[in-house]
């Protein structure tokens, strides 16, 4: 079983719509969980963070996390053609440390 | 300011051979991090460097290596390649005095080993 799942896609949306994203991970003692957004021949990119229970909200971005559940989703509002990508999802134990654990995407395609 | 950079972007190699890739992290981040990324594995890290210290290492075998100079700059060596070490090398710097972990990454160096 990886550490980090997440459903491979592709994920497909209308534009407009929330595409919804999620991860489950393994390992209880995770402390820190990460969206990274990655196109097509391009390095990740980071667009949340979150470490505490409960929902983090940036502009059309949503993270969720739940710890109890061992669950982190990230929803994005009002999909656009340039969010298709493919999401990472990443965790890491040891909060300060950078040896993050990620998950293997999931394709996000938005509908025009 | 400049991004993280990586050299060489591309580079082919045979098996058997050695290969050092070269990151230069943003100004004023001390903090190096090294992934692969293959099609079938995903990304998976490799080691973590802060002042020319390595503070993690991921699963890899002892062929993967890497070191950190004064400056900050990274180095990372794998000798005796294989073909499945065929990926792309992925370098990411941080400042370890921010609270948010950012990682911002390199635009890569792609392997091929034939």
């Known amino acids: 079983q990886k550490e980090v799942e997440q459903n491979s896609g592709p994920l497909s949306v209308p534009e407009g719509a929330i595409a919804s994203l999620n991860c489950t991970y393994s390992d209880r003692g995770s402390q820190s969980f990460f969206w990274y957004r990655q196109y097509s021949g391009k390095s990740p990119e980071l667009i949340m963070f979150i470490y505490s229970n409960g929902d983090k909200e940036d502009g059309r971005f949503t993270a969720q996390l739940n710890k109890a559940s061992q669950y982190v989703s990230l929803l994005i509002r009002d999909s656009q053609p340039s969010d298709s990508a493919t999401y990472l999802c990443a965790v890491t134990m040891d909060t300060g440390r950078r040896a993050l654990t990620f998950g293997s995407g999931t394709r996000l395609q938005v509908q025009p | 300011k400049a991004g993280v950079t990586q050299t060489p972007r591309y580079l082919i190699k045979t098996r058997g051979q050695q290969v050092t890739l070269s990151c230069s992290p943003i100004s004023g981040h001390r903090s190096v991090s090294w992934y692969q990324q293959t099609p079938g594995q995903g990304l998976q890290f490799l080691f973590e460097y802060f002042s020319e210290t390595q503070r993690n290492k991921g699963n890899f075998p002892g062929r993967f290596s890497g070191r950190q100079f004064s400056n900050s700059r990274s180095e990372m060596n794998v000798s005796t390649l294989e073909l499945g070490d065929s990926a792309l090398y992925l370098c990411?710097?941080?400042?370890?005095?921010?609270?948010?972990?950012?990682?911002?990454f390199g635009s890569g160096t792609q392997l091929s080993v034939l």
């Open positions: 990411a710097s941080s400042n370890p005095a921010s609270t948010n972990e950012k990682l911002f």
